[in-house]
């Protein structure tokens, strides 16, 4: 997969077209993976770059499976586009704005975690309820490969659960409603929002990926997207292969962001 830092003129003939837009995922993105999620941050410098890049482009809108409010607590501009819970929330004017009628799954997503509760004894497993999703984190257990078994057998067997979606992502399981909505749902919905003519998308797991599709496949119309997967030793080998190009971890998204930061005001 070709390295983004080696095609940087062709970055360039891309963003020749506006309007433009800077679409990015949070954790494993521009947030160092940390060992839970309420540890990670965004770094000043990444801060200081997309609040310019929210300056110079038409649309900056970060996309998460994070509640769209703890996405408003890592980063500080208001100039940005917050769009939480897997597409589920955004945020606007304020305050949380939940995606149609995602509030009838909220007791199934209680249901199922209720259901997996016996994991809890499992030391180091979380469940994050975010309200319009869930989260099963096993990053901190020792055996990760074991304790990701004990999630599936459980969601097999778990009633509620066979009402939700569960996909997998990096030493997580999401729990999602069974409805259209993911980040490349919300991706499209952004770049007709905007109007927008080209956009870059940037991401690292398998949620991702579902944007990466969603910019390729020619649903918005004269629009044309760039998938940038950002890759480390836990990405899925789908973040690789759908993107058009790569970036190695958060660092060099840094780098990138500072050089798009340059090359749209520059224009
Ligand atoms: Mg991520």
Known sequence: MPHLFDHLDSVQRFLSLPPLGLISDIDGTISRTAPTPAQAQVSPVCQHHLALLAKRLKLVALVSGR??????????SEAIVYIGNH???RWAGGQVEPHGDVRRYRALIDAALEDLRPLLAIEGILFDNKGATAT???RLVQDR?????QILAALAKSP??????????????????PV???????TLDLIRDYDLRRAIYLGDDLTDVEAFRAIHSGEAPNFKGLAIGVIDE????EVEAEADFTLNGVDQVEQFL??????????
């Open 67 to 76: 509640p769209v409010v703890q996405m408003r607590q890592m980063l500080e």
């Open 87 to 89: 597409g589920f929330e």
């Open 136 to 138: 099963i984190h096993y």
């Open 145 to 149: 490969e074991a304790a990701k078994e």
């Open 160 to 177: 509620a659960a066979k009402g939700l979606l569960v996909s997998r992502g990096k030493m997580a399981i999401e729990l999602r409603p």
């Open 180 to 186: 259209a909505v993911s980040k490349g749902s919300a």
């Open 234 to 237: 836990e990405a899925a080998p």
């Open 258 to 267: 500072g050089w798009l930061a340059e090359a749209v005001g520059s224009a």
